[in-house]
Structures are given as C-alpha cells and as structure tokens.
C-alpha cells in the first residue's frame, strides 16, 4: 500500500514563528502536493513538485515556500506565521507517466493552530 | 483556472436511502473526474473515479454520472450505511497519461454525508 506520512498530526504555533510540516512517501512518487483545507473551501492547492528539486505554485502560494530535496519527501514551510494559516494541511502524491492514474495519495494531515 | 461547485455541503438521509451529490465545473478541457471520501481523522481516499469518453460508471453501491454538454458530475450512493457516512470531495482535472498535467486537482466545497442508523 501507498503510505504518505505526515510528521506532525497536531500543531500549535504563535503568530511570528516559523512552521515546518513535513511529509514523506514511500512508492518512489515523483509528484508531491501540498493542499490546505478549510470548511466551506474544500481542499485548496498550494504548492507541487514534480521532480526533486523543482516546484510550482497552486492557487493560494501566498505566505508560504516548499522544499524539495530528496524524492520522498516534501516539506511546506510557513516562514511568519498568521492566525489566517490556521487549516488543516494535506500532503499528497502520484506517480507520473505510464504508472499515473489519476489518483491521489493523501496522508491524514496537518492541523496547524496559530496563536 | 478551473473551477468546481459542489452541492450540497450537508446531506442528511436515513439508512438504506439514496444518496445523490452533484459537482459543476467551469473548464471545457477537464477530462477526469473522481470523487474522494473522508473519513474522521483521515486523509481523502479515491473511491470512484470518472474520465470524459464515458457518461456513467458503477461500482457496487456507488455510481458516478458524467454529462460534458452541461459540464456536471453527479455522485450516487444507494441503499446508504451508516459506514457511509463521511465528507464526499468532487475533483476535476486535465489529466493526460504522459503526466506533463502532474495531476493537480481541483476540488469542491465538499459535503458532509451523514447516514442515521
């Protein structure tokens, strides 16, 4: 079975700090995607790397930064914490090319608290 | 950019009822379309997906229906359970098997199915 793993099921941060979500995946995926979700506005994009090293952005960039620089894994950093960054996070991944279904693989999330 | 409708965000029915999801979206190019469950504490899971060259596909109690004229998608579950219940996403995307899309999906607003026993 796929597994993506999140590092941190729960998080509490102050407004000002910087916050690392990690994710790791162990089916050799080259695509990675970070989502956030919010009642109401369903599962957003943030970002995606579709290699190691490379990354775009999704629809809602800003006030955060990924990095990618192993193949199994794939880090959102929020740089100054806002209380408007409160959300669960999702990581998800996928093959590419010949082995793509379409499919996504999620872990369980992130939920992130900003005081 | 693409975009998707979900309707409705909250459903209610009783056990062994029918239940019946619709999604909207904006992009003619879109050519895939799954439907992803929810389940408290867990990550989005595929449970039935949908591509553009077919109008309707079963799996067990779960169907999907496609029609690309009116550009919407209708998830149905029938003879619900309470295992059922859970928060339902629609996706949409532009998914080519050569994988220069990367598979970004466009989700909707969701809806939290609730099966009463």
């Known amino acids: 079975d796929v597994k993506v793993t999140q590092s941190s099921r729960y998080l509490v941060k102050r407004t000002g700090e910087k916050v690392f979500l990690e994710c790791v995946q162990d089916m050799d995926h080259e695509n990675m995607f970070w989502y956030r979700q919010d009642p109401g506005l369903g599962l957003r994009l943030i970002y995606f790397?579709?290699?190691?090293?490379?990354?775009e952005k999704g629809d809602i960039p800003e006030g955060y930064s990924v990095s990618r620089e192993k193949k199994e894994r794939f880090s959102l950093i929020l740089e100054s914490a806002s209380t408007n960054q409160t959300s669960m996070y999702l990581c998800?991944?996928?093959?590419?090319?010949?082995?793509?279904?379409?499919?996504?693989?999620f872990g369980e999330g992130s939920r992130l608290t900003v005081l | 950019g693409e975009n998707v409708e979900q309707h409705p965000s909250t459903l209610s029915v009783q056990e062994g009822d029918s239940a019946v999801i619709k999604c909207t979206y904006s992009?003619?190019?879109?050519?895939?379309f799954p439907w992803y469950k929810q389940e408290l504490g867990k990550g989005p899971q595929l449970i039935i997906d949908?591509?553009?060259?077919?109008g309707e596909k079963k799996d067990q109690r779960i169907a999907v229906t496609l029609n690309k004229t009116a550009k919407h998608f209708s998830l149905h579950i029938t003879e619900t359970q309470p295992e059922d219940s859970a928060v339902y996403f629609c996706a949409a995307s532009i998914f080519d098997a050569g994988g220069t899309s990367y598979g970004k999906l466009t989700f909707g607003q969701g809806t939290i199915l609730t099966v009463h026993p």
């Open positions: 949908i591509r553009s060259n077919v």
């Open positions: 790397s579709y290699d190691v090293k490379m990354k």
């Open positions: 992009d003619s190019a879109s050519n895939y």
């Open positions: 998800a991944s996928s093959p590419q090319r010949g082995r793509n279904t379409g499919e996504l693989f």
